[in-house]
């Protein structure tokens, strides 16, 4: 088992990663806990889930799985059945499943009476290295995703890789992203480790060894990062990596596109606008988008996205500031740099190379 | 013009009192706002507060007045009509209004985009001197009052004491209480003030100098608590003083019973307990409940409310931990201490005593 600390000043957690966590969760003291876990994540862990949480059957709450319950509502049902169940301040929510789960429960938590401790139990791979972590929680309304939320660090995040096994490759997928995201922007071991290990992380997944090493590092670096930056006034926004650029591709995708693959294309786009500002070595930005491929990822915009609508898109995200549009550039492997203003004609020719 | 600083350590912000705050606001540099208000005070005071709050007509957000509006659903409301009008994390909300608008202003940007700036410009007196000042913010789901919520620290609080002139008797009472609460708890020099002014208060107030100076003193005492103890895992509980026998007498009138009458009968109540406990002389609670019965409030309680329904509503109250009930006593007119456990029987016994 490996156990990540993370120092925010005033709080402190431990992140438990391996095969066994759960176990781990189950051996720690318990406070009375509301287990929230979406329909997929019940029917396949759920009665091993709320063994190890310590709640009974009754304090659950589950909903249907898929973006779509990610709602201001989904989170106030949340809390109308802790009321409901008489939960005080005293008591805890657990979040037993991907980022959709994650993030409703922290909200909740947030507003719960103002705010009661959660913990994270991510079941993808995609919450044990990103949203697991962090601490941003949110819910998604009709003019935009996640513009409501909180920033509510858990009290604990217990990562048990063998919950991942049973992930879909598209699953799987998601969390790469994130994870050569993390490679690129922070840690150049890290990403040789991944070049090294392409195979063992897709035809043939290690769950025992390779993914904990894995997902440890990038908890370690995550939680550095927020440690630094809780609320994202500045370094943090280095996570921010390839998704504005992402998130244009998610959104002409009307959501249909994996987060992940949004991600990777994101980052293939990043790469090009800084070689093209001569940030970036181009053989360099290859070797990005190479591991990538590698991945299984896509590295190129998807067929009727146009330029113009792409660059439009980019403009909607909530983290650009007096309307200029802001994205992370590499200048190396392992080194990003703050978010700078971008002009419409760069992004375009930026699109227009990973065509 | 009196200015009282919070000071809350990471974070300070000015309260500005007097007749003319608005005027104040109107000087100082603006973000684009959002201005929340009520039907009833943007038809009384809107023209006005929008023009020192800084805001176009459109940026103007208003619900139907009442306690029925303090929901969830509105404080999403808000967050959906501030990203339809492309508000981002540089701009704020104005909370323009009583209780009702500053908790759910305050809840909603507590969680737009994860937390902005808000200011408060407070309408009503007990708004002026408790729910505008100290960051609680909230709002009601059908389980119960203030059950979601957030510590958000307003940017600014102005209180123009000239917005108060068109407040009805009944809304000047639950101001009132609020202040015999603070003196009664904080500061006996501030009681003997309330004493020695009481019918400037009520039937001939001042607005131009004696409400501002009790208004100042209120907020200095109460910014002080909030700066020692803003999540209130201590001393910041003293505030409750009166309120978890008050929200009982609410909870049974369906809280039909306006807050500031509940809260003085509660302070009786609660005086008559620490009687019973050999705490307080009678003498000194006699003291306090003579006032309260000056500036008007009710110290009985109101006909058709059984002793043991009392103390059962005592149970429901979210302050409670580990299910004991847990009360405010002080020891002389100005001092309190930290909430205690008391039986059922004594506070039967209490409850009976203000028949």
Redesign the interface.
Same mark, same amino acid.
């Given at each position: 088992m490996k156990t990540v600390g993370v120092d925010l000043g005033t709080r402190s957690y431990d992140i438990v990663i391996g095969a066994g966590a759960l176990a781990e969760l189950g051996r720690l003291s318990r406070k009375r806990t509301l287990t929230v876990m979406d329909s997929t994540v019940k029917a396949l862990h759920g009665a091993k889930i709320l063994a190890s949480a310590g709640g009974s059957p009754e304090e659950v709450f589950s909903f249907p799985a898929g973006e779509r319950s990610k709602t /201001?509502e989904t989170a =106030?049902e949340i809390?109308?059945c802790a009321?409901?169940l008489k939960f005080?301040?005293?008591c805890r929510f657990a979040a037993a499943g991907g980022g959709v789960t994650g993030d409703l429960t922290g #909200?909740a938590a947030?507003?719960?009476?103002?705010?009661i401790e959660f913990i994270q139990i991510p079941t993808t791979l995609l919450a044990a290295v990103d949203s697991g972590v962090g601490g941003?929680?949110?819910a998604d309304? /009709?003019?935009?995703k @996640?513009? =409501?939320?909180? #920033?509510h660090q858990p009290a604990g995040v217990f990562i048990d890789t063998r919950l991942l096994t049973t992930l879909p490759a598209s699953e799987l997928g998601n969390g790469l992203a994130e994870i050569v995201k993390t490679a690129v922007i922070l840690d150049p071991e890290l990403f040789e480790l991944l070049e090294n290990s392409a195979d063992r992380l897709v035809s043939r997944p290690d769950f025992e060894e390779l993914y904990p090493e894995i997902i440890r590092r990038c908890c370690e670096l995550k939680g550095m990062i927020v440690a630094e930056d809780e !609320?994202e006034s500045g370094r943090r926004a280095v996570l921010n990596y390839g998704h504005t650029f992402g998130h244009a591709v998610e959104l002409l995708s009307d959501y249909t596109l994996p987060h992940g693959q949004a991600v990777a294309i994101g980052m293939a786009a990043a790469s090009h606008l800084a070689v093209l500002r001569g940030l970036w070595k181009q053989s360099d930005a290859d070797r990005q988008n190479r591991l990538l491929s590698r991945l299984g990822l896509p590295v190129k915009v998807p067929p009727r996205c146009r330029t113009c609508d792409l660059v439009n898109a980019m403009r909607a995200d !909530?983290k @650009?500031?007096?309307g200029a549009i802001r994205v992370v550039l590499c200048s190396a492997v392992g080194s990003s740099r703050l978010p700078e203003a971008a002009g419409d004609g760069e992004l375009a020719a930026a699109w227009e190379m990973i065509r």
């Amino acid at each position: 088992m490996k156990t990540v600390g993370v120092d925010l000043g005033t709080r402190s957690y431990d992140i438990v990663i391996g095969a066994g966590a759960l176990a781990e969760l189950g051996r720690l003291s318990r406070k009375r806990t509301l287990t929230v876990m979406d329909s997929t994540v019940k029917a396949l862990h759920g009665a091993k889930i709320l063994a190890s949480a310590g709640g009974s059957p009754e304090e659950v709450f589950s909903f249907p799985a898929g973006e779509r319950s990610k709602t /201001p509502e989904t989170a =106030v049902e949340i809390c109308r059945c802790a009321a409901r169940l008489k939960f005080d301040r005293s008591c805890r929510f657990a979040a037993a499943g991907g980022g959709v789960t994650g993030d409703l429960t922290g #909200f909740a938590a947030a507003i719960f009476m103002r705010g009661i401790e959660f913990i994270q139990i991510p079941t993808t791979l995609l919450a044990a290295v990103d949203s697991g972590v962090g601490g941003k929680t949110g819910a998604d309304i /009709p003019e935009g995703k @996640n513009l =409501v939320g909180a #920033f509510h660090q858990p009290a604990g995040v217990f990562i048990d890789t063998r919950l991942l096994t049973t992930l879909p490759a598209s699953e799987l997928g998601n969390g790469l992203a994130e994870i050569v995201k993390t490679a690129v922007i922070l840690d150049p071991e890290l990403f040789e480790l991944l070049e090294n290990s392409a195979d063992r992380l897709v035809s043939r997944p290690d769950f025992e060894e390779l993914y904990p090493e894995i997902i440890r590092r990038c908890c370690e670096l995550k939680g550095m990062i927020v440690a630094e930056d809780e !609320k994202e006034s500045g370094r943090r926004a280095v996570l921010n990596y390839g998704h504005t650029f992402g998130h244009a591709v998610e959104l002409l995708s009307d959501y249909t596109l994996p987060h992940g693959q949004a991600v990777a294309i994101g980052m293939a786009a990043a790469s090009h606008l800084a070689v093209l500002r001569g940030l970036w070595k181009q053989s360099d930005a290859d070797r990005q988008n190479r591991l990538l491929s590698r991945l299984g990822l896509p590295v190129k915009v998807p067929p009727r996205c146009r330029t113009c609508d792409l660059v439009n898109a980019m403009r909607a995200d !909530k983290k @650009n500031v007096g309307g200029a549009i802001r994205v992370v550039l590499c200048s190396a492997v392992g080194s990003s740099r703050l978010p700078e203003a971008a002009g419409d004609g760069e992004l375009a020719a930026a699109w227009e190379m990973i065509r």
